[in-house]
């Protein structure tokens, strides 16, 4: 062990523009989420490792000697682009969790034995491991990301793998960009556990923070852009992600004449966002450019209802705010779920607080937040707020 006690951070993410277009090979902007999952990793001597899932207060414990066994046979893959089948089927027969589980806490643990396992391989080292979040589960604003994401950095710091950046005197640190992308690659391993086959693109955006460009495959991280404020709003309308997906590919299947533009639309509506932000974080930010972000926030948001996924809740979010001159739209895989509303710098906090009230009023969850964060971070104590600092040490 390289450290006693280390405490990181990681953002969540929401698509700022180009759900749905980008599994077929269209653009789309991902934006980090200043909701972030706190982690703090402390070095025992107990024999043990323990972790609390995030706001679970429950620990789950494993004895040392236990998890050695399970490291039979397994060899280090440098280049971290397969998960180890073998380690991850004895994972689960260790912890009783079938193959076809898609219980989340479930994935969870297994995200977490598996990342320490392979991170101390070659001594396994007693540590306790305490998770909150802001994030909400399940809302598509890449909770799970941020979770491997921290548990990423924090493993690999402790091991040694990478350096502790947090500099006496300094409140909270980043890594070097060899080091990201190491982070980056553990948690996309955690991530395949839990979803099996995703993007990329929320635990790029975890590591990296600020603005990602996602096409073909690519994930680009943008060069410095302006922090937003927004509302960020839950509908708390379940939504099946796949069932919502496959409903697209049905309707392009179905018309494509008609579909195929307007996915070219929505792939033109990332890119013209994409070069307002450039214009806003080179010259400062005008009346103009707010005009064209609201402008395409209210373009994205018609195709997405072209594309059937609009939802009656998402319809109530997009009339509230525009009562009040604010422009929104959903965020995600829709159906439900997460939209997010711009807001100016000159927007009235008297405005803010009528549209956060009426919202609650129909049953939604809502925040004032701000998108643009910065990505994963290591912190002193001094850092956190008292609230933050209180839950993690009360694990």
Known sequence: MQTR??????????????EHSVVHGKVALAVSLNLRTFLRLQSTSSGEVRINLPNIDTFLSWEITALQPLLAGYKEQGDLKELDADLLKRLREFTGISDDSTDTRSM????????????????????TVSVWSELPTGAGLGSSAAYNVCLSAALLSARGTISSPLMPQQESARWCKDEMELINRWAFMGEKIIHGNPSGVDNAVGTWGGFLRYHAGNITP???????????????VPRSTKVLVSGVKDKINKFPSVMKPVLESVSAVSCTCEQTLTEMAANGP???????????????????????VGHSSLDTLCRVTLARGLHSKLT?????????????????TSVIQSTVEELKSCGFDCWETSIGAPGVQQHSSAALSQDILKILNSY
């Not at 280390?6 to 180009?18: E, N, T, Y």
């Not at 995600?332 to 009235?348: K, M, S, V, W, Y």
């Open 5 to 18: 006690e280390l405490f990181v951070s990681a953002p969540g993410k929401v698509i700022l523009h180009g």
């Open 108 to 127: 969870a643990v297994l995200a977490f034995l598996y990342m320490y396992l392979t991170v101390f391989a070659e001594d396994l080292a007693s540590i």
């Open 222 to 236: 943008l060069s410095w852009v302006p922090i937003l404020r927004i509302l960020l709003t839950n509908t708390k």
């Open 286 to 308: 005008s009346v103009e450019h707010y005009n064209i972000l609201e402008e395409l926030i209210d373009i994205n948001q018609h195709h997405l209802n072209v594309m059937g």
């Open 332 to 348: 995600g895989a829709g159906g439900g779920g997460c939209g997010i509303t711009l807001l100016r710098p000159e927007t009235d």
